[in-house]
């Protein structure tokens, strides 16, 4: 779609993914983190080469969480495989001393970070179970060093405590902004039904002060006694059905259907308008609706007309009764064919 003259978006392409990335501060955040563990990985005694392969297995799932923020199953796996195999790295490169050890254990806290960025994304089990691995292979470090168990449980102790406080407020931050987007979703519904309930109240009172408008004329001969003939009368009853048939069918309040209403009630037939829409329709379904009834009210010769508007599964159904003849038509959603399926019956009369 063709930006509007005088705005301007970003690019498409990975250009443009690169210049949302920095200006919502993805881009610099996860620079900052890469930062922050090389400075830990290359001041720390170790052997550079293996620094630099744990530093990668690390910065590669925490970018895709950084910048994405989304990760496939099969993206899940291998970035908890490479966080798992930086952390094997890392700890068998210890020294078995464990109150030497220090920053040289930089790994397990990058590790976390990357472990609470799969609980935001609501990855709760990859999570923990990655850890559990880490927790293991530090249990067995320690254990087959000869330092025992305790020294294992001490590298990750720290790290299970944040990544279950983090746990607990990716879950609670989850149920959160779930319960606020159903509420925005319950908000926009009622303001739309609202506005939908007003327009339809705008439509009756316009139609019935254009109604009120037409009998003011009588209205006036009536409130200054002035005699009515049966001209009057038979017109009043004309303004009186047209203001029914405003306020049961304003959808229906087409021209050339008052019109042929008008000149039926006249004639002396007494005209029904019903309009049982659920819901708003399409304008065109209610017009082709009008003009089929407004043929039907002009060839009736009875004494009673009903026509009748309702919805159906697959658009609008329109009946139009005339004394013992029965019309039916049927107009599908946004279907430019009037008529889809006819039905004509004779119903015998009450003997």
């Excluded at 881009?27 to 170790?46: D, E, Q, R, W």
């Excluded at 029904?272 to 708003?280: F, H, I, Q």
Aim: glycine share 8%.
């Amino acid at each position: 779609m063709a930006a509007a003259p005088g705005t301007w978006h970003l690019p498409d392409g990975r250009w443009g993914r690169f210049l949302r990335s920095l200006l919502d501060g993805r881009l610099a955040y996860f620079s900052l983190f890469v930062i922050v563990h090389a400075v830990l990985a290359f001041t720390t005694p170790g052997l550079i080469w293996l620094e630099v392969v744990e530093l990668v297995l690390i910065c590669a799932p925490q970018g895709v969480l950084a910048l994405h923020r989304t990760i496939s199953t099969t993206g899940l796996t291998i970035s908890s495989a490479a966080l798992v195999t930086a952390a094997a790295l890392g700890i068998t490169s210890l020294h078995p001393d464990s109150s030497a050890i220090g920053y040289q254990a930089w790994q397990l806290g990058a590790i976390t970070i990357s472990l609470l960025g799969f609980a935001l994304i609501r990855r709760y089990l990859a999570a923990w179970i990655s850890l559990a691995a880490i927790a293991g292979i530090a249990v067995g470090w320690s254990v087959s060093t000869g330092q025992g168990l305790w020294p294992g449980v001490a590298l990750v102790d720290r790290h299970v405590g944040t990544l279950l406080v983090g746990t607990v407020f990716a879950w609670t931050l989850a149920r959160s902004t779930a319960t606020y987007t159903a509420y925005q979703a319950l908000e926009r519904r009622t303001r739309a039904e609202e506005r939908a309930a007003s327009a339809r109240a705008d439509a009756r009172r316009a139609a019935a002060e254009a109604v009120l408008e037409q009998a003011g004329p009588m209205l006036q001969a009536i409130a200054e006694g002035h005699p009515l003939t049966d001209a009057d009368r038979q017109e009043l009853l004309v303004i009186e059905g047209a203001l029914r048939d405003q306020i049961r069918a304003p959808n229906l309040a087409d021209q050339p259907l008052q019109v042929a209403i008008a000149h039926a009630r006249r004639r002396g037939v007494n005209v029904l308008l019903l309009d049982e829409v659920d819901g708003p329709a399409d304008p065109r379904m209610h017009e082709q609706a009008a003009a089929w009834l407004a043929e039907r009210v002009d060839a009736s010769r009875g004494e009673r007309f009903v026509g009748r508007v309702r919805s159906t599964a697959g658009g609008l159904m329109v009946t139009a009764v005339a004394g013992s003849v029965s019309d039916s038509i049927s107009i599908p959603n946004g279907g430019d064919v009037l008529t889809v399926r006819t039905m004509h019956s004779t119903l015998k009369a009450d003997t």
